[in-house]
């Protein structure tokens, strides 16, 4: 039981770098406590979880309560989300309709987001979860949180409450209608995966009734699903290519599965229910339109969510539910099974839904293609901001947060050891973007553990946290406050997958720009000198001295050659001689001040000197000679360093060359090496 105060914080100050998360600060800020219940699911464009968060809404508008929903994203989530003084954040990640692994653990990072010490409750819809580790991970952080949760059709936590929808006897009297009203004798069964608890039972109660009725039951005629749409598909296609024959009914697991199921048999020419029969289970909205109108058994799933949160708030305020709750279901036999109709929908409401479905498609897709020919352009990150910035006012939102990893930008993890770092959240993060009712802001840095990248000032909000990465790599999230996009637009996943390639692509030509820029210094850098090399000399100075000569200004290049460098290296050395080259390039590169110098060659080196006057190789001549005394005092070597330096001075025109103009100082360096070699001959 937990005892809640309300207390009066005046002046409260907020530092995002605190432990303090700010769902608790809104708590100061409005002087009263807040309940917060987080909600995890997956697959969330499944009529089943939209049903289920329908009721959950629809308590939370009658109380003053805040729901977080963490949840897998597949697509669109149908159902209508009433405004109250409540904030719905929904945490969507893909469940894995691409069928990459990779991929699919990139999404489900976004799981390792969750705070559960941030919230007062959690219902957990981890039925909906295909993958059973991470549906173990999930109630293993629920339970270490010690806050009150709700799991659905599970009973394998008995330290969690369950409420549960009858699927035994509903899927047994759909079985047992097909057989001896039907008459059905070979029976096909598409399931959903036999982890998920609610699969298991239909599946179970499927073959109890057929073993009953001693009928067999062909392995190659079941086909285990994970009540995806596609399933029903793939379902269909596999029993074409198996050889078998026609069976009497195609008995399926979800109403998604079987909707595809008979389309995929009107394609191969078989007719429902003429040629045989098909039934689902849910009786969600598109069965109960559909033509032939779909044999299913209907569950009170808005009932389901609406109970989860009453559950949770009985607790709080000290109740003592029931751990197990069980609500009833019953079948529904229409057309597909060969039965009349009982309760057919209002044609013309339905076809008015089509058409704003398809009306919002549309436009959803012209608004994607805008938003991916812009990020295409960007090589930035504060370009795909600005682009970004613009497309989220036609998402008609009220708020909008990307918050990306602080180690988004780094190169691919070569080290093994480091690689789970990549798949997971930063310890903090940072958002380039926050689009708040068109005014635009960032936030340098907040704790992961926060979520938020700013504190919530007020309930009654609707956030959905999109995860953001590249295949397994994890590169954030955002967050859309208030909007029905994500609710009702097939193309949000689009949105978050180019998002991802986007900011995947901008971090790639990040690091192409460097390795660029790091080749580019290593082509025209001398590396062991540290200083223009032949061609960083001929590239820069070319330009320089054209300008020169259009200008006809007065320019002097001096070369510099090593004395004794072979005496350095012969008796002491080549690391000495790299050492001796060393000292005397940073003499050079002290002594050109305004010049460019750089390595010409082994022992050679060349300096370019623009706007010079007459006296200035003197100059050059004597800074050097000083320079170079003054570090042979300080390395003390039992050699020392010396060179010799040749300058040409000359006024730059169009008929003058940089090649010729090298060439002279060259040749005028060589004469002073003769007249050194020629000094210490007579020494």
């Known amino acids: ?266 394609k191969a020419g078989y007719k429902v229910p003429d040629d045989v029969i098909v039934t689902g289970f849910d009786n969600i909205y598109n069965a109960r339109n559909f033509s032939p109108v779909l044999t299913s058994v209907d569950r009170p799933l808005e009932e389901m969510g609406y109970k989860s949160v009453e559950v949770i708030m009985e607790i709080l305020n000290g109740g003592n539910p029931p751990k197990n709750i069980q609500l009833d279901s019953h079948p529904v036999f229409a057309e597909s099974c060969g039965c009349k109709i009982q309760n057919n929908e209002d044609f013309s409401k339905y076809k008015k839904s089509t058409y704003q479905k398809i009306e919002n498609f549309n436009s959803g897709i012209g608004m994607l293609n805008r938003l991916i020919a812009g990020l295409a352009e960007t090589e930035r990150v504060d370009e795909t901001m600005d682009v970004l910035s613009k497309f989220v006012e036609e998402l008609g939102c009220e708020k909008f947060s990307l918050c990306l990893t602080e180690n988004w930008q780094d190169t691919v993890i070569s080290d093994i050891s480091m690689v789970e770092e990549t798949k997971s959240y930063s310890s903090y993060m940072t958002a380039p973007l926050i689009w708040n009712n068109g005014e635009r802001r960032s936030c340098g840095y907040f704790p992961s553990r926060n979520m938020f990248p700013e504190p919530i000032k007020k309930g009654g909000n609707i956030n959905y946290f999109l995860p953001l990465h590249f295949r397994e790599r994890c590169l954030g999230y955002y967050i859309i406050t208030n909007s029905d996009f994500p609710i009702y637009s097939l193309l949000c996943h689009s949105l978050t997958m180019n998002l991802s390639n986007s900011l995947e692509n901008v971090r790639k030509l990040i690091h192409l720009n460097k390795a660029m820029d790091e080749l580019n210094r290593l082509y025209v850098i001398d590396p062991m000198c540290n200083i223009y090399n032949r061609n960083g000399f001929i590239n820069l100075v070319d330009v320089k001295f054209r300008e020169c000569a259009e200008r006809n200004e007065t320019i002097m290049i001096t070369f510099i050659d090593m004395d004794g460098l072979k005496f350095i290296n012969d008796n002491y050395g080549h690391n000495e001689g790299d050492f001796a080259i060393q000292r005397l390039a940073g003499v050079i590169q002290d002594s050109c001040m305004n010049g460019i110098c750089a390595r010409f060659g082994g022992d050679e080196f060349i300096v370019f000197t623009a706007d010079v006057a007459d006296g200035d190789d003197e100059a050059f001549k004597r800074r050097f000679n000083s320079k170079i005394d003054a570090m042979n005092n300080i390395i003390k070597k039992p050699y020392t360093l010396s060179a010799s330096v040749g300058s040409i001075i000359i006024t730059a025109d169009e008929n003058t060359t940089l090649y010729s103009v090298i060439k002279q100082a060259d040749e005028k360096m060589y004469e002073v090496k003769k007249q050194h070699k020629n000094s210490r001959r007579g020494m």
């Open 1 to 266: 039981m937990k005892i809640y105060f309300k207390f009066r914080l005046n002046n409260v100050k907020i530092d995002l770098n605190k432990s303090e998360n700010p769902m608790k600060m809104v708590n100061k800020m409005n002087n009263e406590k807040i309940i917060h219940i987080a909600v995890v699911a997956a697959g969330i464009d499944e009529e089943y979880q939209n049903n289920i968060i329908t009721g959950i809404n629809k308590y939370t508008h009658e109380c003053n309560i805040n729901v977080s929903c963490f949840a897998s994203y597949g697509g669109m989530m149908q159902g209508e989300f009433v405004n109250g003084n409540i904030e719905i954040s929904y945490f969507a990640a893909h469940g894995g309709m691409l069928k990459s692994k990779r991929f699919d653990m990139g999404e489900y990072s976004i799981y390792n987001l969750i705070n559960f010490n941030a919230f007062d409750g959690a219902i957990l819809m981890t039925n909906t979860i295909c993958d059973a580790e991470t549906k173990e991970y999930i109630i293993k952080r629920v339970t270490a949180s010690g806050i009150p949760a709700v799991v659905f059709d599970c009973a394998d936590y008995p330290e969690l409450y369950n409420i549960s929808i009858n699927n035994s006897s509903a899927m047994t009297d759909i079985v047992k209608h097909v057989i001896e009203v039907h008459n059905a004798k070979t029976i096909n069964f598409i399931s959903g995966p036999l982890s998920n608890p609610e699969a298991t039972d239909r599946y179970n109660a499927f073959m109890n009734v057929m073993k009953e009725h001693n009928l067999t039951v062909e392995n190659e005629r079941i086909f285990f699903g994970e009540f995806r749409t596609q399933d029903g598909r793939q379902a269909i296609e596999e029993f074409l290519q198996s050889g078998l024959s026609l069976p009497d009914a195609f008995i399926c697991a979800n109403d998604a599965m079987a909707l595809t199921a008979i389309s995929a048999l009107e």
